[in-house]
C-alpha cells in the first residue's frame, strides 16, 4: 500500500515509528564525519559487531588495557565498553570495541602490528613509529601532552585520535615534562574513538537513525540530514512504501520503509515531459516547463490554483483520458477565470478505475 501525506508530517511520522536494526546504512554519516573515523575500511558508528563476525568467524573477545584510564583508574569512558575488545588474526593490529549501549563499533584499538594508513591517508607502521613521527603528520598535537593521575601513559589527541606514549617514571622530576626526551620514544598504540550518540545528537536521533527508511528525493537517494535541507513549499508530493511493497521497490535496504519525495521542480519538468506529446497545442502554448506561468489547469473539473504540481505529476497512461486547450475567452465564459491567457482541461480516470 503506498499513500501520499503532507512533507511536515512525514518527518513527524518517522521520528514516533521504532524498529530495531544494527547496522547504519553509510549514506546516514555525512561524508566528512565518516572520514575522520574510518581506518582500513571500518567506519565507527557504522560498522557493528555481527558485520564483523559476518567477515571472520574467529573474532574473539579480548582483553583491553585502556590506556588513558587505566586499572588504577576509578572512572570509566561512557563511550565504548571499557576493557573489552574483539580481535580477529584476519585483521592484525586492530582490536575493536562496540558502544556500551548497541552493538556499533566506536572505539578501534590500533597495536603495534598495525601497518596501514591513518583516517587522513598517512602510511604508517606502528611498529617502527616514535613520537617525533607523530609530531611530523600532526604539528598541533606538540601542544597536547596530557596524562590523568592514574595513567601510565601521556597522550596526544584531537578530537577522535589519541596516540600514546609510556610515561618513563624513572625519570626525575617529572615536570616540567622534558618534551625532548620523549620525541624518540616509541608510540605504544593508537585510538580511533567516537561517541556514536554524540554524532547523532540526541538518544531520540539515534535511535531514529537507526532504523530510517530508505529516502529519495527526485529519484535520487539521499539521506535524512539531506532531505531536510528542503522546505515544505519546495515539496509536490510524499509516497510512502512500507513493508513488502518498500522491499519489493528498493530491495532490502527498504525493510524499514522507503519514502519517495518529489519537489515542484521536478514534478512540473515530469507532467510537462508527459502532456507534450498529446497535444500540440499545449506544446505550441507551453514550449517549456517554465513557461506555465501564465496557464491555469483544471483537473476532472477542479480548477487548480496552487500546490498542484503532485496531482499533475501523477498522470500516467493508466489513468489519462484526455488533454484540451482552451482560449482565455472560453476559460473566462466557463470557469469566470481571467489572468490567465488559456486553460488546460484534463480528464483523468477515477483512482479505482485504473485499467
Not at 15 to 38: E, R
Not at 269 to 276: M, R, V
Not at 308 to 330: C, H, M, P, R, Y
Amino acid at each position: 500500500m503506498n499513500f501520499k501525506i503532507t512533507f511536515s508530517i512525514i518527518l513527524a511520522f518517522y521520528c514516533l515509528t521504532g524498529h530495531s536494526q544494527t547496522n547504519i546504512q553509510p549514506s546516514l554519516l555525512d561524508t566528512s564525519i565518516a572520514k575522520k573515523i574510518t581506518v582500513s575500511g571500518f567506519c565507527l558508528c557504522q560498522t557493528t559487531l555481527p558485520d564483523l563476525q559476518r567477515l571472520s568467524d574467529d573474532f574473539k573477545p579480548i582483553e583491553v588495557e585502556e590506556m588513558d584510564l587505566g586499572k588504577k583508574c576509578i572512572a570509566q569512558d561512557g563511550r565504548f565498553e571499557n576493557g573489552k575488545g574483539y580481535f580477529s588474526a584476519k585483521f592484525p593490529g586492530m582490536i575493536f570495541q562496540k558502544d556500551q549501549n548497541t552493538n556499533q563499533i566506536s572505539k578501534i584499538r590500533l597495536t603495534k602490528d598495525f601497518k596501514g594508513s591513518l583516517p587522513d591517508g598517512t602510511p604508517i607502521d606502528l611498529h617502527n613509529l616514535k613520537l617525533k613521527d607523530v609530531f611530523n603528520i600532526y604539528p598541533k598535537l606538540k601542544d597536547t601532552w596530557g596524562s590523568r593521575g592514574c595513567s601510565d601513559y601521556w597522550h596526544f589527541a584531537n578530537d577522535t585520535l589519541f596516540f600514546y606514549v609510556k610515561v618513563d617514571t624513572t625519570k626525575k622530576p617529572q615536570f616540567p615534562i622534558d618534551e625532548a626526551y620523549y620525541y624518540d620514544k616509541p608510540v605504544e598504540a593508537i585510538d580511533l574513538i567516537v561517541s556514536c550518540y554524540r554524532i547523532f545528537e540526541k538518544k531520540e536521533r539515534y535511535k531514529q537513525l537507526l532504523n530510517d527508511p530508505v529516502f529519495f528525493i527526485d529519484s535520487v537517494n539521499v539521506t535524512r540530514i539531506e532531505m531536510q535541507e528542503y522546505q515544505p513549499n519546495d515539496i509536490a508530493s510524499v509516497t510512502v512504501y512500507k513493508d513488502a511493497n518498500a522491499i519489493k521497490l528498493v530491495g532490502e535496504q527498504g525493510k524499514f520503509g522507503a519514502v519517495y519525495i518529489e519537489t515542484k521542480k521536478f514534478a512540473r519538468n515530469k507532467y510537462w515531459n508527459y502532456f507534450k506529446p498529446k497535444s500540440a497545442d499545449y506544446l505550441k502554448n507551453v514550449p517549456t516547463p517554465q513557461s506555465d506561468s501564465s496557464v491555469i489547469y483544471i483537473l476532472n473539473g477542479k480548477v487548480l490554483k496552487t500546490n498542484f504540481e503532485g496531482d499533475l505529476s501523477g498522470i500516467d497512461d493508466k489513468n489519462f483520458i484526455e488533454l484540451t486547450v482552451i482560449d482565455k475567452q472560453k476559460l473566462s465564459k466557463d470557469y469566470n477565470i481571467s489572468g490567465k491567457s488559456l486553460g488546460v482541461i484534463i480528464r483523468t480516470k477515477p483512482k479505482d478505475d485504473k485499467d
